[in-house]
């Protein structure tokens, strides 16, 4: 997928200060009554403008170039930028890990090596330790409930941009994928009891819990894009994923049961790098805010849409099919039992890092209940559409 192209440039008015346009043709600049050498002078000035004002981002994904709902929104976003900029700013995403490893990301866009992408903090949690606990072990999954009180936290915790600020970046945005789920290729794992000393790819929450509450399982430490490797190989066993990143992967090839607890879920956060954004001009930079709130909801709606698809999908996959599987209240209640001792540990830990964690985890998960409620009650803000 490719989200921007530019066939020609065109010289508007406003980046060469005159009073029309300028036609290019066979080398040669053309217009009536000017005469060649003025031509030149101001041909050269409308260039040096221009190649001082344009910028092509370069945006780091790890993700696949598939039709999710993620990708969508960033499209969107990036379409949008190029037209509030009239083409000043254009967007180049690379995808796959091609430009920067997902495990490098934080230090890869931090040093300029990409201009902007998401970051996952459980990767980089000695440099993001307050942006780590956007992502939850317990409470709800709800990608928009989720999304939306994370973003409340930007405007009440400073630490939050202190902490971005010394790692050279800048916040875009950030998108929930929503709960983990357990994929396996032999037996479903309803409680972690059920694990029975097998090989699981585990997120760094649930491998904490693992080594705290004594799971019979044998931890694995592998990046994202390493599980449907791992799981064709016989590395693993099993893996943590994503309900929308089953297909998107492909780990349905390979995996014949999807587990999903329904419980707490997995934050990104989006960002640039500083000295890139304060090189764009202050319109360029205004656009970038005005799209912050419409680009949460179209990340959120999106995610949660494909989610209801995957479902689906999984279990009518005509090559593939894949069982997914939905826990009691009963084993639900046994995933949470089993993570929250992880997750205390993971606040004080951080706490270690920064003073404020704790009172930024208690703030987040009591704004996760309130909008969970709001949700309850009013629905979602799309559902009014």
Do not use: C
């Not at 060469?16 to 000035?45: D, E, P, Q, R, Y």
């Amino acid at each position: 997928m490719r989200l921007t192209s530019k066939a020609s440039v065109a010289l508007t008015t406003r980046q060469i200060g005159v009073n029309t346009m300028l036609n290019f043709s066979n080398g040669v600049f053309k217009k009536g009554g000017m005469s060649s050498a003025g031509l030149t002078l101001v041909a050269a000035a409308a260039l040096a403008s221009f190649n001082a004002q344009a910028r092509e981002i370069s945006y780091a994904s790890a993700s696949p170039p598939v039709d999710t709902g993620i990708n969508q929104a960033l499209e969107w976003w990036s379409n949008e930028l190029e037209k509030r900029t009239d083409g000043e700013v254009t967007v180049k995403v690379h995808y796959m890990g091609s430009l920067v490893k997902l495990k490098d990301a934080v230090e890869g866009i931090s040093s300029g090596v990409a201009d902007a992408g998401y970051v996952i903090p459980a990767y980089s949690q000695a440099r993001m330790p307050l942006h780590y606990l956007s992502t939850t072990g317990v409470g709800s999954g709800d990608q928009y409930v989720t999304t939306q009180a994370w973003r409340r936290m930007y405007n009440k915790f400073p630490q939050l941009k202190e902490e971005l600020d010394r790692n050279n970046m800048v916040y875009l945005s950030h998108y929930s994928i929503g709960p983990g789920v357990l994929l396996s290729k032999d037996k479903p794992y309803f409680t972690p009891e059920d694990f029975g000393g097998d090989k699981i790819r585990l997120a760094s929450r649930w491998a904490k819990a693992a080594s705290l509450e004594g799971w019979n399982v044998t931890p694995v430490n592998l990046t994202f894009p390493d599980i449907y490797t791992a799981l064709e190989r016989g590395t693993v066993d099993g893996a943590q994923s994503y309900l929308n990143y089953v297909l998107p992967y492909r780990h349905h090839e390979i995996a014949n049961h999807v587990v999903e607890p329904n419980m707490g879920q997995q934050t990104n956060i989006v960002v640039m790098n500083k000295r890139v954004y304060e090189n764009l001009s202050d319109e360029a930079r205004a656009a970038i805010e005005e799209l912050k709130d419409e680009w949460l909801l179209r990340n959120a709606r999106g995610d949660i849409e494909d989610n209801e698809d995957a479902r689906e999908e999984l279990e009518n996959d005509p090559e593939y099919p894949t069982k997914v599987h939905m826990v009691s209240e009963e084993q639900r209640e046994a995933w949470a039992k089993a993570i929250k001792g992880a997750e205390q540990e993971n606040i004080e830990k951080t706490k270690a890092r920064a003073e404020v964690a704790p009172e930024l985890y208690e703030a987040y998960l009591a704004e996760i209940e309130k909008i969970e409620q709001e949700v309850k009650e009013n629905g979602y803000p799309w559902d009014k559409d």
